[in-house]
T-cell receptor
């Protein structure tokens, strides 16, 4: 009964490097989300997906790309990492439109440092 | 002005105290209200989920929504050191929405 699983848990990158954060959910949820959490800023939505093959921009999408090739997976990519992207990244999922009124469920986060 | 305001704390209370955590909001279209608990280096964990106004109780936790005042509360009775965490409120306008607005969180410390 894993829920939402994020990999890796920690990563240190150098400026300009690229990487992909992985998120997997086993709850058959339609909607998936990527947030970043910074001190004093709360959770800010980067990108989200309302179904397999669809993605959309959230509040702070610049510098990130996403893909949802399979319903259970949502990938977040940084093409050229910048120090401003140092943050804790959370993936979440929710049942979505037409489903029972259930809120988001979160993974345990990826701590990313950009040097 | 932020859509959701939450005092960051920290709030320190002795073990056994009743804790009151609060959020105010400005968007009258919010209908769904949530409280999450977040331990250090962990993801937010759903505690309470309510629709519209009223109270909801689950064990030592009670969630209250006052839509007329645009104010929500989470009460923790008989607080324990294990309740020490950051508590986030969150809100959304309707079922199936992608848009959830989160407060910045209140850090709670329960002293043994």
């Amino acid at each position: 009964n894993a829920g939402v699983t994020q990999t890796p848990k920690f990563r240190v990158l150098k400026t300009g490097q690229s990487m992909t954060l992985l998120c997997a959910q086993d709850m058959n949820h339609e909607y998936m989300y990527w947030y970043r959490q910074d001190p004093g800023m709360g959770l800010r939505l980067i990108h989200y997906s309302v179904g397999e093959g669809t993605t959309a921009k959230g509040e702070v999408p610049d510098g990130y790309n996403v893909s949802r090739l399979k319903k259970q997976n949502f990938l977040l990519g940084l093409e050229s990492a910048a120090p401003s992207q140092t943050s804790v990244y959370f993936c979440a999922s929710s049942p979505g439109q037409g489903r029972s009124n259930q809120p988001q469920h979160f993974g345990d986060g990826t701590r990313l440092s950009i040097l | 002005q932020k859509e959701v305001e939450q005092d960051p704390g920290p709030l320190s209370v002795p073990e056994g105290a009743i804790v009151s955590l609060n959020c105010t909001y400005s968007n009258s279209a919010f209908q769904y209200f949530m409280w999450y608990r977040q331990y250090s280096r962990k993801g937010p964990e759903l505690l309470m989920y309510t629709y519209s106004s009223g109270n909801k109780e689950d064990g030592r936790f009670t969630a209250q929504v006052d839509k007329s005042s645009k104010y929500i509360s989470l009460f923790i009775r008989d607080s324990q050191p294990s309740d020490s965490a950051t508590y986030l409120c969150a809100m959304s306008e309707g079922s199936g929405t992608y848009k959830y607005i989160f407060g910045t969180g209140t850090r709670l410390k329960v002293l043994a």
